[in-house]
């Protein structure tokens, strides 16, 4: 059995009111009365997409969420600020519905012109979003022709735009971010060239124990950091002090660590740590002489012999990936061991893949982007990917190939 996935190639475009269910959901920052689009890469990586869109005669009508507005309507997850920087980048109009559905938005898609672009305002002010409601797929189904997933971190969940409008649509394809977020993640779960180095950090074994069971059997090398490091290294018996530390994320680490013996994966852990008196103090900062964390204080990053223990463990990786920061890298004295993983990642020859979220923003304000074979926009939805779960908004959209 060989599953396949309809190419946006594959469809016949030109004066078609094309559905395109973009990943908008990016950080604002208020300048002045006014919020502007803070960190623009989701919409970046959407660009493909919707200038093909254009450049095949199609009708653009942008669909997206931001933030959570729990069914209502809330200027602060206004798509406004999205519309306006698309425009910018675009250099066209982008028109911005009042409302995503209704007879407002159904009569401009009609007066669209081929090459137009709409973007709705937010699918989230609507219950029916989240609730995967036939009434409100149904209503956006009403502005299209065309629908075409190109929001790869929504592909978990099962919500109108991503399951069941594209189960009330004919025409119907995957996007090319989409195509692309699969070309790299689906060899990385199936078959990894190796050595293969798993590197994970982030605050919660839990948010990351499917990856970790899922390649387990796949993987030569485990590099843990960031604050879910604590839970293995409290697990093998040292002291972490006040750092973040749950009994049941222990637990869990116990479980990895003897699962990683059992088929003789290497386990990298810190040696060392920067640490502070509390989450929020850069004053009394110091680094530890070993691997134990004195009682009155809390790790908040890795140490240079860390730092040196992954570089040697780098060196021999044909394939890497990195999900995780290795502290609290949002403040400059705390970041210093994600940036030096970055770099070091980056120097590497190995294929080199990054799972989103923080490992990305950190490396983007390392100016590393173009060293990385590929940075996924999935965030949660790329690790449920590589765990081995079904994805809705994936799954909606199958051609299964009996072989």
């Known amino acids: 059995m060989k599953v396949t996935y309809p190419k946006l190639a594959e469809l016949e475009l030109r004066n078609k009111r094309v559905f395109v269910r973009v990943d908008f959901n990016?950080?604002?920052?208020?300048?002045?009365?006014?919020?502007?689009?803070?960190?623009?890469?989701?919409?970046?990586?959407?660009?493909?997409?919707?200038?093909?869109?254009?450049?095949?005669?199609?009708?653009?009508?942008?669909?997206?969420?931001?933030?959570?507005?729990?069914?209502?309507?809330?200027?602060?997850?206004?798509?406004?600020?999205?519309?306006?920087?698309?425009?910018?980048?675009?250099?066209?109009?982008?028109?911005?519905?009042?409302?995503?559905?209704?007879?407002?938005?159904?009569?401009?898609?009609?007066?669209?012109?081929?090459?137009d672009v709409m973007l709705l305002e937010n699918l989230?002010?609507?219950?029916?979003?989240?609730?995967?409601?036939?009434?409100?797929?149904?209503?956006?189904?009403?502005?299209?022709?065309?629908?075409?997933?190109?929001?790869?971190?929504?592909?978990?969940?099962?919500?109108?735009?991503?399951?069941?409008?594209?189960?009330?649509?004919?025409?119907?394809?995957?996007?090319?971010?989409?195509?692309?977020?699969?070309?790299?993640?689906?060899?990385?779960?199936?078959?990894?060239?190796?050595?293969?180095?798993?590197?994970?950090?982030?605050?919660?074994?839990?948010?990351?124990?499917?990856?970790?069971?899922?390649?387990?059997?796949?993987?030569?090398?485990?590099?843990?950091?960031?604050?879910?490091?604590?839970?293995?290294?409290?697990?093998?018996?040292?002291?972490?002090?006040?750092?973040?530390?749950?009994?049941?994320?222990?637990?869990?680490?116990?479980?990895?660590?003897?699962?990683?013996?059992?088929r003789n994966v290497r386990l990298v852990l810190p040696e060392d740590h920067v640490v502070s008196l509390a989450f929020g103090d850069t004053q009394n900062v110091s680094v530890t002489q070993g691997i134990d964390i004195s009682d009155d204080k809390m790790g908040l990053d890795i140490g240079p012999k860390t730092i040196a223990k992954i570089e040697a463990a780098l060196e021999t990786a044909e394939t890497i990936f990195w999900n995780g920061p290795m502290g609290v890298f949002e403040e400059p004295v705390f970041a210093k061991g994600t940036f030096e993983v970055a770099k070091l990642i980056a120097k590497t020859k190995a294929v080199k893949l990054v799972g989103g979220g923080d490992s990305a923003a950190a490396i983007t304000k390392a100016g590393l982007d173009s060293f990385f074979d590929f940075i996924s926009t999935g965030g949660g939805a790329t690790l449920e990917y590589l765990e081995g779960k079904n994805l809705p908004g994936l799954k909606v959209l199958e051609i299964i190939e009996r072989t």
């Open 124 to 262: 989230r002010f609507h219950p029916g979003e989240e609730e995967n409601s036939y009434e409100f797929a149904n209503k956006l189904a009403e502005l299209c022709d065309v629908y075409v997933s190109d929001a790869f971190g929504t592909m978990h969940r099962a919500h109108a735009s991503t399951d069941g409008l594209p189960r009330l649509t004919r025409n119907r394809a995957i996007g090319l971010l989409v195509e692309k977020e699969l070309k790299y993640l689906a060899p990385l779960k199936e078959n990894p060239k190796r050595p293969f180095l798993l590197l994970m950090g982030g605050s919660k074994v839990s948010d990351k124990i499917g990856v970790l069971e899922y390649f387990l059997p796949k993987v030569d090398t485990l590099v843990v950091g960031g604050a879910m490091a604590y839970s293995f290294l409290n697990a093998k018996g040292f002291k972490v002090g006040k750092s973040i530390c749950e009994d049941k994320q222990v637990q869990l680490a116990k479980k990895i660590i003897r699962r990683a013996d059992a």
């Open 26 to 115: 990016v950080p604002l920052k208020l300048v002045g009365e006014t919020y502007q689009v803070s960190d623009a890469r989701r919409i970046e990586e959407a660009l493909p997409t919707i200038r093909y869109v254009i450049e095949q005669g199609g009708k653009v009508i942008l669909g997206s969420h931001l933030g959570r507005p729990k069914g209502q309507f809330n200027l602060k997850y206004s798509l406004e600020p999205v519309g306006s920087y698309l425009s910018s980048v675009l250099g066209k109009d982008v028109l911005l519905t009042e409302d995503c559905v209704g007879d407002a938005p159904r009569g401009l898609s009609h007066q669209m012109r081929a090459g």
